[in-house]
């Protein structure tokens, strides 16, 4: 923690109501922070003093932070809402490039942007530095958005998202889930009705001489299948994979969502296993481990022999107990067709349901003419678009119905005629 000078505080603050907006921040941040924890921290501030920044740091800090991985979210959002304007105007930088013009010596790390978005958003930054009188005021959040705006940005293409409307849409996204339906075992539970356990009713009235006295029952125990999410990462799939990483990182760590575990492996010219990295609680810390072992991000795409990895290495670890596979790819593949066909047919009997998602089927005129997603399609259970956060929900809508095939039969006629 760096030495720290003397807190300025406006003439007449307002603590109860300064730490409450700064408790408000770290929340929209993702950091649990409930009323009790707000009153505890005004409290102990009121009883150590707030004479220097560092106490005022470390009393906030031991209210507020009670897992390792909320620090540096905690660390930025306090530098930027107790009065630090020229860290408050390289990370609005980082935020928005756009309005800037310019990109920033020092590329923002784990936790920062979220850190800015939290605290900033809806605000903005003007070029040139505030004057001493202004560094005390502040800061006006605006977080209202309209019905109408939102439900335009669930229809706009992640590609053509500005950089303010991907920042919204990765706040959405983290707030969907993907519900999956549960599957009946062969294993059997005890119940008040369904089939009869001759065994335990026997049993039972054995105690009594014979006597049948209660029957017991069972159902069939229920369980839950894994996800397994195969991106493609390739220069053409770059920007859909970022985003579809991000929202599965929500699903891997959502609570009680129905999946046993979402494994995630990434694709382009070799295959990487990044179940790990989804793990870790900050997406922006996930998603930087994940990049950094994956280092086939936007170059070429060999979808077949990445198949062929996945089949050979991992699909008797993951795809046991009716996983349910999520192909996200274009289906743009340089090798040969038939090896693709033949490890796509191999993926399909190993999952209960096999899904592609394909960002191309934005395109109304699209059709299979390339030789891989020709090769691709008679082996998928169900082909859908997933190019906007409208085709994401539709997707978390139907994926537990068996019945659901999208668009590959209207794709499959094309193909046969």
């Given at each position: ?14 603590l109860?109501g ?10 929209r ?20 003093g ?8 470390w009393t906030l ?23 630090d ?8 930088a980082?935020m928005?490039?756009?309005?800037r ?6 590329a923002?790390?784990a ?13 903005t930054?003007s ?6 009188d ?7 959040i ?5 019905t ?16 303010d409307e991907?920042a ?36 039972a ?15 069939p125990?229920?369980r ?6 195969l ?8 920007q ?10 929500s699903?891997?760590n ?11 492996f990434?694709f ?8 790990r ?12 481990a ?35 596979v999520?192909l996200?790819?274009?289906g743009l ?18 999952a ?13 005129e699209f059709a ?5 997603i020709?090769a ?13 956060i409208a085709?994401?929900?539709?997707l978390?809508?139907?994926?537990s ?17």
């Amino acid at each position: 923690m760096p030495e720290y000078a003397p807190l300025d505080l406006p003439e007449h603050p307002k603590l109860a109501g300064n730490i409450a907006h700064f408790a408000r921040a770290l929340r929209r941040a993702g950091v649990p922070i409930g009323p009790g924890r707000l009153i505890d921290a005004i409290e102990a501030v009121q009883a150590a003093g707030f004479t220097e920044k560092r106490d005022f740091y470390w009393t906030l800090h031991a209210c507020f932070v009670s897992r390792p991985e909320h620090r540096a979210v905690f660390g930025q959002i306090f530098r930027l809402y107790w009065r630090d304007p020229r860290y408050l105007e390289h990370m609005m930088a980082a935020m928005l490039p756009a309005v800037r013009g310019v990109q920033e010596d020092r590329a923002a790390q784990a936790a920062e942007k979220r850190a800015a978005e939290a605290l900033l958003d809806g605000a903005t930054v003007s070029e040139t530095e505030p004057d001493e009188d202004e560094q005390g005021t502040e800061i006006e959040i605006d977080a209202s958005l309209t019905t109408s705006a939102d439900e335009q940005l669930k229809s706009l293409d992640f590609e053509q998202m500005s950089t303010d409307e991907m920042a919204r849409a990765k706040a959405m996204l983290a707030r969907m889930t993907l519900p999956v339906d549960s599957i009946p075992s062969r294993r059997a539970a005890l119940a008040h009705s369904g089939r009869i356990d001759r065994a335990r009713s026997l049993r039972a009235a054995m105690r009594f001489g014979g006597e049948m006295r209660d029957l017991k029952w069972v159902q069939p125990k229920l369980r839950y299948p894994n996800l397994v999410v195969l991106c493609d990462i390739s220069g053409s799939m770059s920007q859909y994979s970022r985003v579809v990483l991000h929202f599965l990182h929500s699903v891997a760590n959502a609570k009680g969502a129905g999946w046993a575990r979402v494994h995630a492996f990434t694709f382009g010219t070799r295959l990487t296993n990044i179940t790990r990295h989804l793990g870790t609680r900050d997406v922006d810390a996930a998603l930087r481990a994940a990049g950094a072992e994956a280092q086939d991000w936007e170059g070429g795409t060999r979808i077949g022999s990445c198949l062929e990895a996945f089949n050979r290495d991992w699909s008797r670890r993951v795809l046991g107990q009716g996983a349910v596979v999520l192909l996200i790819t274009d289906g743009l593949d340089r090798g040969e067709a038939d090896d693709l066909a033949r490890q796509m047919q191999r993926l399909h009997l190993s999952a209960r349901r096999l899904i592609w998602i394909n960002p191309l089927l934005r395109w109304d005129e699209f059709a299979p003419k390339a030789r891989g997603i020709a090769a691709m399609l008679p082996h998928v259970d169900s082909f859908r678009a997933g190019h906007s956060i409208a085709s994401l929900e539709e997707l978390a809508a139907v994926i537990s119905r068996r019945d659901d095939v999208g668009e590959r039969d209207r794709l499959i006629r094309m193909l046969s005629n």
